[in-house]
T-cell receptor, first 108, second 112 residues
Framework: QQPVQSPQAVILREGEDAVINCSSS?????VHWYRQKHGEAPVFLMI?????EQKGHEKISASFNEKKQQSSLYLTASQLSYSGTYFC?????????FGTGTRLQVFP | DTAVSQTPKYLVTQMGNDKSIKCEQN?????MYWYKQDSKKFLKIMFS???????INETVPNRFSPKSPDKAHLNLHINSLELGDSAVYFC???????????FGPGTRLTVT
């Protein structure tokens, strides 16, 4: 039931790109993306409500493929501030189920 | 101004004690949540309230009792604390089910 994210961890140099995937075994009605830095609370990045929807947030964007029951988060030209753990959240029976998390580390 | 606030930030207590965590949001949202994040960083919903009405009650021991006096406040009372209750508890709020969720800073509970 918990969405599976891949990869589990990513190490990048500043300026490099990354893609984080989120897959669900159940039909997706919406997908949320959050970033959590160590010792802090998760921070809302964006929500995708419809299949086929794509959204952007600065250099971070996401897509939602309803048929494939998956979403992807794209980080371009990564910055040090992008480091943290990224969680997708999928809506299932009126509640948000968070994914397994992807730890992203960006080095100078 | 803090959007979602929680008190206390840290809570260290012994097994068998009763403790409460308070949460307040000033975003005007109508839905509030309690999440538990364990040592493996898994975020799990516990409860959700919409306009003071309980709408989600996950499989959580009866020792956990939420209370929402108004739509801006959501408290969590825990009776007879156990070692396995040690975790970080986050409060969150959103505007409706489809709004992004805004989290409080978390309460790190340690049961010894």
């Amino acid at each position: 039931q918990q969405p599976v994210q891949s990869p589990q961890a990513v190490i990048l140099r500043e300026g490099e790109d990354a893609v984080i995937n989120c897959s669900s075994s159940k039909a997706l009605y919406s997908v949320h993306w959050y970033r959590q830095k160590h010792g802090e609370a998760p921070v809302f990045l964006m929500i995708l409500l419809k299949g086929g929807e794509q959204k952007g947030h600065e250099k971070i964007s996401a897509s939602f493929n309803e048929k494939k029951q998956q979403s992807s988060l794209y980080l371009t030209a990564s910055q040090l501030s992008y480091s943290g753990t990224y969680f997708c959240g999928t809506e299932y029976t009126d509640k948000l189920i968070f994914g397994t998390g992807t730890r992203l580390q960006v080095f100078p | 101004d803090t959007a979602v606030s929680q008190t206390p930030k840290y809570l260290v207590t012994q097994m068998g004690n009763d403790k409460s965590i308070k949460c307040e949001q000033n975003l005007g949202h109508d839905t509030m949540y309690w999440y538990k994040q364990d040592s493996k960083k898994f975020l799990k919903i516990m409860f959700s309230y919409n306009n003071k009405e309980l709408i989600i009650n996950e499989t959580v021991p009866n020792r956990f009792s939420p209370k929402s006096p108004d739509k801006a406040h959501l408290n969590l009372h825990i009776n007879s604390l156990e070692l396995g209750d040690s975790a970080v508890y986050f409060c969150a709020s959103s505007q409706g089910r489809q709004g992004g969720q805004y989290f409080g800073p978390g309460t790190r509970l340690t049961v010894t």
